[in-house]
Antibody, heavy 123, light 110 residues
Framework: QVQLVESGGGVVQPGKSLRLSCAAS????????MHWVRQAPGKGLEWVAD????????NSADSVKGRFTISRDNSKNTLYLQMNSLRAEDTAVYYC????????????????WGQGTMVTVSS | QSALTQPASVSGSPGQSITISCTGT?????????VSWYQQHPGKAPKLLIY???NRPSGVSNRFSGSKSGNTASLTISGLQAGDEADYYC??????????FGTGTKVTVL
């Protein structure tokens, strides 16, 4: 079945780095744009970043720009989020999600979501 | 990019209809039909309810409907049921090629 599975979360000290992965299965990963969305404990959803189906273009929220990098490996059906210079305010559940549009810029709805992976930034 | 504005909470009795608003600007909600709505139960991942402002994915109950007028999008839940008790979020594509979520609305079934 269509599925996204995140991994790589954990507890990390402020200023350190972490890389999240999102393994896709059950669909043609290489034709869909992808997103990362996060949710701090008890808070709302926050869009983090997206990437085109072929990795050509990527965008990110101002809150993570210059620190987080989204990337993908279509040969491995995997999406990544490299998080550097982590701060306490980055503590959240991180979800990967599929964009509903194919072969174009990721302006569609987020139609498939993973179960999320928790990242805790604390000394 | 500021979050889209939603009411913090909305409540209704079983069988009633409720509407959740999502107010943005002429750079996001007002500029595009790329508005979507999500339902999130506690401890669960969000679920897509509405895409392109008013379209329902297959498998989503027709009790959920969406609309948009100017800078405001709306989600209506008709025939309210206990299982509809959840958090609801709107999302819009923006003029800077980014995305923005709404502040979220907690729906309570009385």
């Amino acid at each position: 079945q269509v599925q996204l599975v995140e991994s790589g979360g954990g507890v990390v000290q402020p200023g350190k780095s972490l890389r999240l992965s999102c393994a896709a299965s059950g669909f043609n990963f290489s034709i869909y744009g992808m997103h990362w969305v996060r949710q701090a404990p008890g808070k709302g959803l926050e869009w983090v970043a997206d990437i085109w189906y072929d990795g050509t273009y990527r965008n990110s929220a101002d809150s993570v720009k210059g620190r987080f990098t989204i990337s993908r490996d279509n040969s491995k059906n995997t999406l990544y989020l490299q998080m550097n210079s982590l701060r306490a305010e980055d503590t959240a559940v991180y979800y990967c999600a599929r964009d509903s549009y194919t072969w174009t810029f990721p302006a569609g709805a987020l139609d498939i979501w993973g179960q999320g992976t928790m990242v805790t930034v604390s000394s | 990019q500021s979050a889209l504005t939603q009411p913090a909470s909305v409540s209704g009795s079983p069988g009633q209809s409720i509407t959740i608003s999502c107010t943005g600007t002429s750079s996001d909600v007002g500029a595009y039909n790329y508005v979507s709505w999500y339902q999130q139960h506690p401890g669960k991942a969000p679920k897509l309810l509405i895409y392109e402002a008013s379209n329902r994915p297959s498998g989503v109950s027709n009790r959920f409907s969406g609309s948009k007028s100017g800078n405001t999008a709306s989600l209506t839940i008709s025939g309210l049921q206990a299982g509809d008790e959840a958090d609801y979020y709107c999302n819009s594509y923006t003029g800077s090629s980014t995305r923005v979520f709404g502040t979220g609305t907690k729906v309570t079934v009385l």
